[in-house]
C-alpha cells in the first residue's frame, strides 16, 4: 500500500514540477519519500522478526 501511495504522490511531484508550482512539488515529494521511509523501515522490521525465529 505505501508503494502504491508513493508513487501517485510522486507522479503528482512530476505533474507540479513539470507546470512550475515549486510549493506542490516539494510537499508532494515529501510525502512520497515518507512513505518510501516507512515501507523500507517496515521491510527491515519484518526481516528482523524473521531471522529471529
Known sequence: MCLLISIIFAG??????DD???QGFYINISISL???LLMIRNIIKTKKDRNSK
Open 12 to 17: 503528482l511531484a512530476y505533474t507540479f514540477f
Open 34 to 36: 515518507f512513505f518510501i
Open 20 to 22: 512550475g508550482n515549486m
